[in-house]
């Protein structure tokens, strides 16, 4: 099979079992943010985050493959790519409250910074949530089949990786940097004007 087919240069692309669809259908943004989020956790593996981390992000990452077969699937019962359930959302859920259990508490909003582990967890937790944002936009759609288990799934799995992150830094021994608040970026503005 040829990787590039010229079907889509006019800007579409065919859905599995489906029609052809513009390439920026609600659809194809959907899947194809869960495909960036698959990509970020490979980058984030990369990383070194260690050893049951990285397995627990390879078990995401095929799991994300298959939210992706669904996504692309206008009638996934049909063709069987319904693979995602409560149960899987149920493990997220489960992993949080391992890792967490080895934090020390959160008392205060932290910045998306720490080593490049941290770093790489704490980009792809941003593009989870972009990614769920685009599944539910595509649920409010009239006539599309989409399991709302996604949504939960995607926001479950932004919540790990905000602890992964977390989880990340303190092996490495790295501090976690708290964000000063409104009234410390006030003082700073005011002192920066003088």
Request: proline content about 3%.
């Amino acid at each position: 099979m040829k990787i590039y087919t010229r079907t889509g240069d006019r800007g579409s692309t065919g859905l599995f079992g489906g029609p052809r669809v513009s390439k920026d259908d609600a659809r194809i943004e959907a899947y194809g943010t869960v495909d960036e989020l698959n990509a970020a956790l490979g980058v984030a593996r990369n990383a070194g985050v260690g050893e049951v981390v990285d397995g627990q992000l390879e078990q995401i990452q095929h799991e994300l493959f298959a939210m992706g077969a669904e996504l692309a699937t206008p009638d996934p019962e049909k063709h069987g790519t319904r693979v995602l359930e409560k149960s899987h959302s149920s493990r997220l859920e489960q992993w949080i409250d391992e890792h967490e259990a080895g934090l020390s508490p959160l008392t205060n909003f932290i910045l998306p910074a720490g080593n490049q582990g941290a770093c790489a967890l704490h980009l792809a937790r941003g593009i989870c949530r972009r990614a769920e944002r685009r599944v539910v936009t595509l649920c409010q759609i009239p006539d599309q089949e989409v399991s709302d288990e996604l949504a939960v799934y995607l926001n479950r799995l932004s919540d790990l990786l905000f602890v992964l992150s977390r989880v990340a830094n303190a092996s490495a021994g790295d501090l976690e940097v708290n964000w000063i608040g409104l009234e410390a970026l006030r003082s700073q503005e005011t002192q920066a004007s003088k």
